[in-house]
Each structure stands twice: as C-alpha cells, then as structure tokens.
C-alpha cells in the first residue's frame, strides 16, 4: 500500500474522500508502526506500516488507498521500564485513542496484558506474547450523514426536566419497540420510546456512558458485564453493544439517528461522560491503548515512584490532567460529539479529578479555562458530579459559572426530611427553594443545582421504599459492594409484603418523593423506570446486572400506571407554572409595593409565618410554603412580564395527619386543591382562606390561586 507524509493533524484516522489520514501522539515512543487488519477475525496484521513522519510529536502518515471500512491498530516502541513509568511493549497492538468506530471488541486473555502475568503483584517483566488475535481494533468511518434540518433544542436551563436512563435498559424489555431494536440506539429512537418521553414531560435524555467501555476480565470470568459503562476505553466511538446492526461502522450512523429522533420530538441528548480515567485500571491492569502508547503522557503517575498510579477515581488511574495532549484529547472528544454527533451537554463523572492539577481541587484549574473560553462547548449543558474519592474532592457548590451540579445535599436532605428524621426542616427548606446558600454567592442561579432524589448508582425509588438493607448478592462480592450509607425510609416490613396497608404507604412515599423533586426550584432529574415503581430487587449497586435486575418492566398494570399517571401529572403542574422554575431566587420579602404579597414565605401548621423559634425547633416535620405568581422581576424571552398562579405546597413528614390552617394575604380569596399524594386520584377542591386542610401523615398538597394580581 502506498504511504504519504501525511499531516499530524487531525489526529486518528480521517477518510478524506480520497484516502485516509493516520496520527498518533507520543511523547516518549521511539518507533510506531501502523497495523492494517483484513478482517475481524484475522489472528495477526496483514501490514505493518511504520509511521516515518513525526511532527510535534505526532507520528503521521497518509495512505491514499486506505478506504472507510479499514481495521487498523498500532504497535509502538519505547522502553519497558515500569519503575521510571514507562511500559511500552510492541508485541501489544494498541487501539487509537481517537478511534471513533470499533471494528472489533476485546477477547479476554494473559496476552492483554504488558507483563508477564502469574508473579504475584509484580509487574517488571514485559511479557513477550503477541495479542494480536486478542485486541480491540479501530475502524475507518465516513462520518457523511444526512442531518436534514435538525436542530439543537436548546431548551432553557430553568425549564428543563432531565430524565437519566441506559440506552439498553431502556427498552431491552419493551414490547412495542419492535424487537431487533429493543435495547438499542434505535431502540430509543423508535415511536414508543419517544412517545413515553413526551407524554412523560421530560425535556432532556441523559445517557449512561455510550463511550465504548471494557467488560473487565474478573467480571467476564463470573458471567457478568460492566453494564453502566463506567469504564471507557475509546472516548470518540459509540459504543457497539448499543448499535442494532452488526454491520462494521454502523453504529456512528445509528447514534446520529436517534439523535435527530429525539431532537425532533424536542428533547435534548445529554451524554454521561468519563474523562477522569481509563479501562486500563492499576499498574497490574491490561494494556489496550493509553498505557502502551506513552504511560507518561496520558496518565497521572506517582510522583517518587512513577510505577503507580494515583487514584482519585477508585478505579486504578487517573488520566493527567496537567498533560496538555490530554486537554487536547478530552476538548477534540467533546466538541466530536457537539459538531458531529449532535449532542447537546455533558454529565462529567468524578468531576473533581478533572479540576485536580495539583494534588488539591482548583476550581478554576486549566480544564475550567479550556472549557469556558470554548466557543463550542461554552454553549452546551455542563453538568458535574462534584466529587470524587480523593481528599478534598467533594465539591458541591464549588463548580464555576456555566457549571450545573449534581447537588447530593439535595438527595440527602429530602431523605432525610420524609423519613421523618427530627432537626431537618431547616435544611429542607433551603433546598426546596434551589440551595441559594450554596449556588447564590458566586453569582449563579436556582438552576445551577440538578435536584435528584435518586440515581443510577444507588437504590430505585422504589427499593428507597421497600428496603433497610442492600442486597447485592447477585454481583458476587458477598454483599461488600455499594454503600452503606442507607437513609432509605423505614416502613416496618422490608422485602415485597401482601399487606395492603404497608403497600399504600410505600406508594404514597414515592409520590411524595416525585412530587417533592418536581415541585423544588432548580432542574430536577428522575431516574428511568421510578415514574413506573421499577425495582431492582433491593440492589443498590447493579452496575454489573444486564438483565432484568436493571432493565425497566413496561408492566402498567396496578400500582406501575398510577404511579406513571401521578408523575405525568406532577411534571405538567411544573410545566404549567412559571413560579416552579424561576431563573432567579426568591427574597421572601414583598413583590408589590403596599401589599403583604411575599414571592416567598414559610408558615407551620398554624397558618402563621415561621419564626426563628420554629426553625430550630427539632421537631417540626409539618412546614407550608408559598410562591407567589407575580414573579416581577423576571420576563420571559420576549421580555414580557412572567405572571403565574401562586402555589402553596403543604408538607407533612410526620406518621400522623395534621389540621393546616391555610394562609392567605391580601390578594388570596380562596385556595383550589391540585394534588394531594394521600389522595392522588381525587378532583380538584376549593378551600376558603383560613379554613382547615386535613393533611395526611407521610403526605404532600399543591393547592392554587390563579393568577394574582387579576380579579379572583
């Protein structure tokens, strides 16, 4: 095959039309040779081409015969010298960093790794095996597609509804997807899937990783698989589990479909992604592509004994972030998935590792600068995950403009409150109305907190309900795995039960949940199959179950479409009502001159304002809050002044009902009752200004004025 200098930009392989580019970055390499493969089964290379040219330490060339549809990988040279942090090792083929297709995934054997396997913890010997046969391979893509005139949605921050999901999961199990495409990109992309996400309400999809990720060997060996996918191997290429066709290259066509399926149907698509580390684990981890191509360069090392590595992820390595080839990589990798895939923002795992340049978090580290200075990705959805496992990694409030955050006080603190748990109010409160103590002082606003009540990693909402204690068995590791940190709401029997009685409770406490998380000022997120009580059987740690523990039931009979019902009905109340997403927080102090109309107040069971006193009472779990519908400081994106209903929400944490004499103000002749989790298929109700509401234990009211302001 004829070879060409070729250019060291851009890096990976790029098809032309007319042939294609190969580049490859390595700091400490002495040789690279480039691997042509004919075939995915094909046990060794049919071409070894070395790569000659080298600018700025790229390694390049151009082969002008090369066409789309070409498996490729690479053998690089350099020292073996673990204890200097070196460990290249030719007898590897490595898959390109920027691959943005597989062609073939990994087979699992002693051949994978760098090492000579079988001495114990010791990893200084190279191991001289060829793995040819074994490794993952990339494939040459035309990235050509027909967009026609699709468009971002471009949904505003306060008004979005984030619905977090697998793309497998998802509809592995639903039977209107037609069935070679259930589990799929398509599959997500079919008129059912979309049809449940509209009428649902959400606006925004959030994937789990769709990165192509390893199934680590331990898991392979026990008949498991990494099904969350939190281990990414290939940061441009979508994953090929997900893909409905088996044909070479189609999953990047299939993906960009059910993108521009979604955008069509109005919803964004937001990826979760996971740039802090790799598939490649500890330093007694496979070597399948970063490692073998410069250790150096790509990974954070021990500083006075470079053979390790540091671990703020708990999952063997941390990519290095003061590496600005590794800058390089994760911004050409997002704005990959901006300009060419569509998509509309980020989730970034493990967040905090990214910001560590030293050993401390800087908020305003170089990743920050990188990413807001963008004129792409400044314009995207940034969410992070603010924390990692490091000292001094969690970092909630800490993000800089522009970042969203998942706010895990949120979680903690709504748990907390309808478990009935004393000394929780206060907090409640807080962030109920957006968590300003934690957002308001570095100029940001109520949307900056992703609220959640639960998420993939951790129990269903409904297993939040159902379970003291975890059972994790099913994952093998004797129940060790998963937290403990258990706050679920103690319901007196755990495990499914035949009593009617403790059923309705558990019923009633996720509506509560879901009405709680939708009616609170900032973003909320629900996690796929909570609007429908999917259970993965009290585990709360499933990232290795690809079954039924993890894939949704679209079983809606009983209690799974009442309770689908209640959150279709909680989420359009959010959407009718300006005064629910706010893109500024509230004062608690009076909105119209001369009146006694707050945009926020709160009052105890009497009908009174809270006092100081009542704040720090430890045993208030009863509270009423009030928003006010003119909302004057805030105009619409046309400028016009945003008028709404006001809504007084009543909260009752306690086991036992309560009489809540309902407030009013000058403008408030009477209240009408919307919802009521104790009595979620009642009609609506009217109520006089000071007159009693029978507020059911363990319940939650949205009662109404319409439209202050106008004739009542």
């Not at 079988?118 to 494939?139: I, S």
């Not at 600068?369 to 992070?384: G, M, R, T």
């Not at 009542?614 to 945003?642: K, L, P, Q, T």
């Not at 009211?701 to 439209?707: D, T």
Request: one cysteine or more.
């Amino acid at each position: 095959m004829r070879v060409w200098p070729g250019t060291p930009y851009p890096l990976g392989a790029t098809w032309d039309g007319a042939g294609v580019n190969f580049a490859l970055v390595s700091e400490h390499a002495t040789k690279v040779e480039l691997c042509l493969f004919d075939a995915v089964d094909a046990k060794t290379e049919a071409q070894r081409i070395p790569l000659r040219e080298q600018s700025d330490l790229v390694w390049h060339s151009y082969l002008p015969d090369a066409r789309p549809g070409q498996l490729y990988g690479y053998r690089v040279h350099g020292p073996y010298d673990p204890k200097a942090g070196h460990r290249f090792n030719p007898k590897k083929v490595l898959l390109d960093p920027y691959a943005r297709c597989l062609g073939r995934m990994i087979t699992w054997g002693d051949e994978m790794f760098g090492y000579r396997i079988g001495n114990g913890d010791e990893d200084f010997t190279a191991d001289d095996r060829d793995n040819a046969g074994m490794a993952p391979l990339a494939v040459v893509v035309d990235t050509a597609f027909t967009w026609g005139d699709d468009r971002p949605p471009r949904t505003p921050w306060h008004k979005t509804i984030i619905y977090e999901t697998h793309v497998k999961g998802f509809t592995k199990l639903h039977p209107r997807v037609p069935e070679n495409q259930r589990g799929t990109y398509a599959g997500i992309a079919s008129e059912a899937a979309i049809r449940h996400l509209t009428e649902l309400g959400v606006t925004a999809v959030e994937l789990l990783p769709v990165h192509h990720h390893v199934n680590d060997r331990h898991l392979t060996e026990k008949n498991l698989t990494n099904y969350w996918g939190y281990n990414s191997l290939a940061f441009f290429a979508p994953d090929l589990r997900y893909c409905s066709s088996e044909a070479i290259g189609e999953s990047v066509r299939e993906f960009k479909m059910m993108v521009r399926a979604l955008h069509g149907a109005g919803l964004e698509v937001i990826l979760d992604v996971v740039y802090n580390h790799t598939a490649e684990g500890s330093h007694l981890g496979p070597t399948l592509s970063f490692r073998g191509i410069d250790n150096m360069m790509y990974y954070r090392l021990v500083a006075d004994n470079p053979r390790y590595y540091m671990d703020y992820t708990g999952c063997g390595n941390t990519l290095q972030m003061q590496s600005p080839r590794v800058l390089q990589l994760i911004m050409d990798s997002l704005r990959y998935w901006v300009q060419e895939m569509h998509v509309d923002g980020f989730r970034f795992d493990l967040a905090s590792a990214l910001a560590r340049e030293l050993h401390e978090v800087d908020r305003l580290g170089a990743f920050f600068d990188i990413i807001h200075q963008d004129p792409v990705l400044s314009q995207v959805k940034l969410i992070a995950e603010p924390w990692d496992l490091g000292a001094g990694g969690y970092q909630v409030g800490n993000f800089p403009v522009l970042w969203t955050e998942w706010n895990g006080k949120y979680r903690d603190s709504v748990r907390h409150f309808w478990k009935g748990d004393g000394g929780a109010v206060s907090e409640f409160a807080t962030r109920l109305s957006g968590s300003s103590d934690l957002y308001q002082w570095s100029g940001k606003k109520p949307y900056s907190s992703i609220n959640f009540i639960t998420a993939h990693d951790g129990f269903t909402l409904n297993d939040l309900v159902s379970y003291n204690e975890k059972h994790n068995e099913a994952n093998g590791e004797s129940g060790r795995d998963g937290t403990d940190d258990n706050i679920s709401w103690n319901c007196g029997v755990e495990g499914p039960t035949g009593d009617p009685a403790i059923r309705a409770l558990r019923e009633r406490q996720k509506r509560n949940f879901l009405a709680t998380l939708f009616l609170s000022q900032g973003v909320p997120m629900l996690v796929a199959g909570d609007e429908m009580g999917h259970t993965q059987k009290g585990n709360n740690n499933a990232y290795c179950q690809d079954n039924d523990i993890s894939w949704l039931s679209w079983d809606l009979r009983d209690e799974a479409g009442k309770l689908l019902e209640f959150t279709q009905k909680v989420i359009a109340a959010r959407r009718k009502q300006p005064v629910l997403h706010r893109r500024k927080f509230c004062q608690g102090r009076s909105v119209i001159r001369g009146t006694d109309l707050k945009d926020l107040a709160w009052f105890d069971p009497s009908g009174k304002e809270m006092t100081d006193e009542a704040w720090s009472a430890g045993f208030v779990r009863s509270i009423g809050v009030r928003w006010s519908g003119d909302v004057i400081d805030e105009v619409d994106e046309r400028g016009e002044r945003i008028v709404g209903d006001t809504l007084l929400i009543l909260l009752n944490a306690h086991h036992e009902p309560i009489a809540f004499n309902l407030p009013g103000n000058s403008r408030t002749l009477e209240w009408e009752r919307t919802i009521d989790t104790a009595l979620p298929e009642a009609e609506p109700k009217m109520f006089a200004i000071g007159a009693t509401y029978d507020l059911q234990g363990r319940s939650l009211a949205l009662l109404r004025v319409e439209r202050p302001g106008e004739e009542v």
